[in-house]
């Protein structure tokens, strides 16, 4: 089964309006963690976001904010006053385990295009 | 600055070869992680590491096998090398997590294209 969906091949959204790029997980876990990475055409991953499973408050970094529903198992990005370089693969990923045992899973990514 | 570096950014290989792949970090990461990335499959876990010595399969082991001798350091072999592991593959680290420090982002490298012919 898969860990992490993301069923959203690919967005569209305008210029300065916002977007949600939907992530659901699957996890027996009690302690996980749940991250946002963005990857730009030049491939480099880069880390947007990270909520925790016991962190009650949405977590928040600068235009960006995670849609944490726990009871649905979803953790969704939302992208708020979209801009020209916000044009990426978005990646969700949740870490499972215990203690220093990490296991780290990717959906396979949703493919966002702002438009001018 | 977090640094992960992969030996190569572009390989090519041919097929039955042994290809080794190498990734070294530099800030004394407990865990690391190898997946290869393809069009409309997203990042799949390949291996990881949460310790020197100590591996454990991901979703996809089958040709793979790995080897962390010491902890900045996280290889991945393709012991024989076959043209549907043509692919990207990416190497990523990550601290432990810590009272203060439930954050655990994974850092990656740039990537290695490899292609096997």
């Known amino acids: 089964a898969q860990k992490i969906t993301q069923t959203q091949p690919g967005m569209f959204v305008q210029e300065k309006e916002a977007v949600t790029l939907d992530c659901t997980y699957d996890?027996?876990?009690?302690?996980?963690?749940l991250f946002w990475y963005k990857q730009p055409s030049s491939g480099e991953m880069i880390f947007l976001i990270y909520?925790?499973?016991?962190?009650?408050q949405n977590a928040t970094e600068g235009r960006y904010s995670l849609n944490f529903q726990k009871a649905r198992k979803s953790a969704n990005l939302v992208i708020s006053a979209s801009q020209l370089g916000d044009s990426a693969m978005y990646f969700c990923?949740?870490?499972?385990?215990?203690?220093?045992?990490?296991?780290?899973?990717f959906g396979i990514g949703t493919k966002l295009q702002v438009i001018p | 600055d977090v640094k992960v570096t992969q030996s190569s950014r572009y390989l090519v290989k041919r097929t039955g070869e042994k290809v080794f792949l190498e990734c070294v970090q530099d800030?004394?990461?407990?865990?690391m992680f190898w997946y290869r990335q393809d069009p409309g499959l997203g990042l799949r876990l390949i291996y990881f590491?949460?310790?020197?010595?100590?591996?454990e399969k991901g979703d996809i082991p089958e040709g793979y096998s790995v080897s962390r001798e010491k902890k900045e350091r996280f290889s991945l072999i393709l012991e024989s090398a076959s043209t549907n592991q043509t692919s990207m593959y990416l190497c990523?680290?990550?601290?432990?997590?810590?009272?203060?420090?439930?954050?655990?982002?994974?850092?990656f490298g740039q990537g290695t294209r490899l292609t096997v012919v």
């Open positions: 800030m004394d990461h407990e865990n």
């Open positions: 590491s949460y310790d020197v010595k100590m591996k």
């Open positions: 909520q925790g499973s016991y962190d009650e």
């Open positions: 990923a949740m870490r499972e385990g215990p203690g220093g045992y990490q296991k780290v899973t």
């Open positions: 990523a680290s990550s601290p432990d997590r810590r009272e203060g420090r439930p954050n655990t982002e994974a850092f």
């Open positions: 996890t027996s876990d009690q302690s996980y963690g």
